[in-house]
């Protein structure tokens, strides 16, 4: 059943994971992990294959061949291997991965969200996959961190009172980080969208009715409180008629929260509620109760033990679901296209010029914690290895079955260096999709999914995207010429849904996705000049600073 609290019996247990990377073997250390497999390459990978073996130097025949290349042969040669790298990389051998996690869910039942036993699972999973046959490839971290999450403790009250007459309004849901209390008031709507201060503007000591906008639920609720309302009823958009809204009122990053007893209702409900203000003065009663419950959860890293320490690339996605399903499409496609790159690069001893660290993301539904516990976990800690990471990758929803082929809009990033670096990412995918001959279209790089804390951090991202609800009235005739599908239907309708399980997969450009993320990922591995690619800018004036 979806939409239950936490409970006891499900509780996260990390006590047994592998300990920090501290502990494994020194990344520097050189020997026989440089074996010969990994020819794919291209000249300028060849030539870090020198290799001391019993103190002798033995220098391969294709080194000398690899110095021999002039520069324009060397980007022939990298794209020929991000080419071979990226067929690899199959839906088929996806799949696998995405019924594995899909028989997870069903366990638990029918969620891996990041509280649950369905997620440790998922950590195991992905773990035993990094951990089979060639152990000494990747270091294999997990990554423990705790999460407070909102369990509803009672089954939360709304009703309205009009000439003594008391109409109960039956399944609506507690908003998650709601606070417990009983409030009766006058009930009032919200103007606009409840986006901007003036919205909530006379509003003082009423409960009031807004529904979901283009802002978050957090500053909606801020704005609430700040003008004295005693209470919020959150309405689902038009996609939801019969779904009531339970998200979370808490801002990202730092966990503020609205100090108000706050009620979801579904789309259609609160149309009544609206109808119902208009017809006269009414008064509501909101009865809700829950409480913060701390529990583990984690992220799994796998880091390459080849490439440039100081040239990293983070490849994310994250491993949890919601609550509400299993997140086959969101994102157990992100992350098992993830996870095949990764067991890929294994099969073939990649050894880049840039190190890969691959990153399953825990919590991310619950407000993207895992990927700001692992940046500001660095930026505490060994603020160089966050300098060194170069770019980040992020893959959130690339199966979904109504599809658009998204391309994060670089330039929207908020950090003007990371917008910078971003659109450069981007490019490239847009260069690989025209290569392919498949249309694409920008979408929306707005701080939703974990590429925010990288891209907050000046650090530039990129990333793939097929769709979620997509714009109200759903996808768009231009949409459907570009892409095929079906108009006025979100891109997955099963987002954040009970129902995201392996038929809300679409094979077809799950492949698509995993070519052109394999591609330029790999392609970015190989490039000697990553930094100078990035950031074309700052070499001047890292050389005056100098
Ligand atoms: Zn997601």
């Not at 259609?268 to 009663?285: K, R, S, V, W, Y």
């Amino acid at each position: 059943m979806s939409g239950d609290g936490p409970s006891e019996s499900t509780r996260l247990v990390i006590e047994d994971a592998p300990p920090p990377s501290s502990t494994s073997t020194d990344p520097h250390e050189r020997g026989r992990r440089y074996q010969s497999g990994g020819s794919r390459g291209g000249g300028g990978l060849l030539s870090r294959q020198v290799l001391m073996v019993g103190g002798v130097l033995v220098v391969a025949a294709v080194v000398v061949l690899a110095v021999l290349l002039t520069q324009g042969d060397d980007a022939a040669n990298t794209e020929r291997a991000a080419d071979s790298f990226a067929a690899r990389v199959t839906a088929d051998d996806i799949t696998v991965h995405l019924r594995m996690l899909y028989n997870i869910s069903q366990r638990y039942p029918n969620t891996r969200s990041a509280i649950y036993g369905g997620y440790n699972e998922s950590v195991e999973y992905v773990v035993s996959q990094l951990n089979t046959s060639d152990s000494d490839y990747y270091t294999v971290t997990v990554q423990p961190f705790t999460v407070t999450t909102f369990k509803e403790t009672a089954t939360p009250v709304l009703n309205l009172t009009r000439d003594g007459t008391v109409t109960p309004f039956p399944g609506v849901a507690t908003m998650a980080y709601s606070a417990s209390g009983t409030v009766t008031a006058q009930f009032k709507a919200v103007r606009n969208y409840g986006c901007q201060p003036s919205d909530w503007f006379g509003l003082a000591g009423a409960i009031a009715l807004v529904q979901r906008g283009n802002c978050t639920l957090y500053d909606q609720g801020y704005y609430g409180k700040t003008a004295g309302v005693a209470g919020i009823v959150f309405g689902n958009t038009p996609q939801y008629p019969t779904l009531p809204l339970r998200s979370r009122v808490r801002r990202r990053n730092d966990s503020a929260t609205v100090d108000l007893p706050m009620i979801g209702t579904s789309h259609n409900q609160f149309l009544e509620l609206t109808e119902a203000i208009t017809l006269g003065p009414i008064n509501a009663t909101i009865v809700t109760a829950g409480e913060l419950v701390p529990q583990y959860t984690a992220n799994v890293i796998a880091d390459m033990k080849y490439g440039r320490e100081d040239s990293v690339i983070v490849v994310g996605g994250h491993l949890d679901s919601v609550e509400a399903g299993p997140g086959i499409n969101d994102n157990g496609s992100g992350s098992s296209m993830i996870l095949q790159m990764a067991l890929e690069m294994r099969r073939m001893h990649a050894q880049p010029v840039n190190k890969v660290r691959f990153i399953w993301f825990g919590a991310e539904e619950l407000g993207l914690l895992g990927s700001y516990h692992y940046v500001n976990d660095l930026k505490a800690n060994d603020p160089e290895a966050l300098a060194n990471i170069t770019c980040m990758f992020n893959f959130d929803m690339v199966a979904s079955p109504n599809f658009i082929r998204g391309v994060y809009d670089g330039a929207t990033a908020t950090d003007p260096t990371a917008a910078s670096g971003s659109t450069i990412i981007q490019h490239e995918f847009e260069k690989r999709f025209d290569a392919l001959g498949l249309t694409w279209q920008l979408t929306e790089f707005n701080e939703r999914s974990d590429y925010a804390a990288f891209t907050l951090n000046q650090i530039p991202a990129g990333g793939l995207f097929t769709g979620a609800e997509g714009p109200v009235g759903g996808k768009t005739a231009e949409e459907r010429r570009k892409f095929g599908g079906i108009m006025n239907v979100a891109y997955d309708t099963c987002y954040h849904m009970a129902c995201d399980d392996l038929d809300n997969i679409h094979e077809g450009v799950l492949g698509e996705m995993a070519n052109a993320a394999s591609y330029v990922v790999y392609d970015f591995a190989l490039k000697e000049n990553l930094q100078q690619f990035l950031y074309p800018n700052a070499t001047a004036a890292a050389t005056m600073a100098f």
